[in-house]
């Protein structure tokens, strides 16, 4: 029986079948896996590249990222850092554009004390693609702001745009300077909480400034730009 042709053409058939159906699976569980781990990012991905290469995108750099020597800041670099974007915040006051450029550059230097290759990058897209692997929330936040930012060195970008920015790019330091460990996501990936920093005896946890201190003096005729909405 097993050498009757028409036997083994329905053999041959279910066996191409099976691997049809467990390809499919797989696939699916990847693209699930993805998701999960990149959130919104995964969106820009697939939106971008389109799904299989967006997926093929999304592991390349997590590979790249988990070859990065990547490290917690010191306790005087996190008092510097946040003493720093205080002095940024402050300045859009009167300097909304200076600030945003001021902003920017800090990023890349809190990313450059943190581990991130940032010397050897250029570009935006570089720092997004490694941001996206441990900060997929906060990536979409910094792509935005720095497309504003680009805007502004030409001069036409309006204040309010400048303020979104600035708003941006703080969610963005909160997280690579406040968070004590880079792959948090691995813990939420679990199902685990990502852990917080200690305080230290007398030490005082840094209040999130509000968007009113954001708010850029208001010029004759000019409406005051709103809080963002949360």
């Known amino acids: 029986m097993l050498n009757d042709p028409v036997v ?3 053999l041959a058939g279910l066996v191409v079948l099976v691997l049809i159906v467990a390809a499919v699976v797989v696939a699916r569980s990847r693209r699930r896996r993805l998701a999960d781990e990149f959130g919104p990012e995964y969106d820009h991905a697939v939106a971008t590249y389109g799904r299989r290469r967006g997926g ?6 997590r590979d790249h990222v988990d070859h990065l020597d990547l490290h917690d800041l010191t306790a005087e670099e996190h008092s ?7 002095t940024v915040q402050a300045r ?3 300097q909304p554009s200076a600030a945003v450029t001021e902003a920017d550059a800090l990023i890349a230097e809190t990313m450059r004390l943190r581990g ?3 010397d050897d990058v250029a570009d935006d897209e570089r720092r997004e693609a490694d941001l996206s692997v441990a900060h997929p929330t906060e990536v979409g936040l910094y792509r935005d702001a720095a497309a504003i930012a680009r805007r502004s060195r030409r001069n036409e970008a309006t204040t309010e745009e400048l303020r979104q920015a600035m708003v ?3 969610s963005l330091f909160d997280s690579l300077a406040g ?4 792959h948090a996501h691995d813990h939420h990936a679990h199902g685990e909480p990502a852990e917080r920093p200690p305080e230290r005896p007398g030490e005082r946890v840094a209040e999130r400034p509000h ?3 954001l708010a850029p003096p208001v010029r004759p005729g000019e409406r005051a730009a709103r809080p963002p909405d949360r």
Do not use: M
Request: zero cysteines; charged letters at 35%.
């Open 168 to 170: 941006h790019y703080r």
């Open 92 to 94: 859009f006051v009167d």
């Open 211 to 213: 968007d009113d201190d």
């Open 116 to 118: 991130y290759p940032i």
């Open 80 to 86: 510097t850092l946040v003493g720093r974007w205080q």
């Open 56 to 61: 093929q995108e999304l592991e390349a750099r």
């Open 8 to 10: 083994l053409a329905v």
């Open 179 to 182: 968070s004590r460990h880079d």
